[in-house]
């Protein structure tokens, strides 16, 4: 089975700072895809960045950014320009290229300081 | 409006009832998901189906029951067999199972069993 480790439970940053979460996982295949999903207090997943692992290029979606190492098996997120509304609990997600299952990491809380 | 809905938000049982938690997508997904959360475990899947009709086990579908009579609902059931129902419930859909496609979350039910 896949695992996925997020060993930040908690972070913190200041607003407007730059802030990066890590995610670790663990699979031996060599086609996948992995995300990256924010839930807010409101408890509503959303997605906030999706990588495929053919890809070499680091996805982007504006100041949400990735860094992915396959052979490290690392997939980080970096949030530049921090807001408020970043503030939220962040999950890490796996899934085979079969996409029969997604593997979440147990999420980071991330607080943003005015 | 296209969307997942979970109702109602906040359920309430007493120990030894079954209770059924209603999910409904009109998005046209093939694929369903129900996952469970709790404080520092992340999301664990349930159950999940790919097509009406079928279904198949998660990592932790003791005590749970589902049924899939219709592409747009997908109710789940836990029953008193789980020794442990009180969680977050949120319910998932996405395009297919049969390559990656990110998956689309429900508003989730907290489950509180007394």
């Known amino acids: 089975a896949q695992t996925v480790t997020q060993s930040q439970p908690e972070m913190s940053v200041q607003e407007a700072e730059t802030v990066t979460l890590s995610c670790t996982y663990d699979t031996s295949e060599s086609d996948y895809y992995l995300f990256w999903y924010k839930q807010p207090p409101s408890r509503q997943m959303i997605l906030v960045i999706r990588q495929e692992a053919y890809k070499q290029q680091n996805a982007t979606e504006n100041r949400f950014s990735v860094n992915f190492q396959k052979a490290a098996k690392s997939f980080s997120l970096k949030i530049s320009d921090s807001q408020l509304g970043d503030a939220a609990m962040y999950f890490c997600a796996f899934e085979s290229n079969t996409g029969n299952q997604f593997y979440f990491g147990t999420g980071t809380s991330l607080t943003v300081i005015p | ?114």
């Open chain 2, 1 to 114: 409006d296209g969307g997942i809905t979970q109702s109602p938000k906040y359920l309430f049982r007493k120990e030894g009832q079954n209770v059924t938690l209603s999910c409904e997508q009109n998005l046209n997904h093939d694929a369903m998901y129900w996952y469970r959360q709790d404080p520092g475990q992340g999301l664990r899947l349930i159950y999940y189906s790919q097509i009406v009709n079928d279904f198949q086990k998660g990592d932790i579908a003791e005590g749970y029951s589902v049924s899939r009579e219709k592409k747009e609902s997908f109710p789940l059931t836990v029953t008193s067999a789980q020794k442990n129902p009180t969680a977050f419930y949120l319910c998932a859909s996405s395009w297919g199972t049969q390559t990656a496609y990110e998956q689309y979350f429900g508003p989730g039910t907290r489950l509180t069993v007394t």
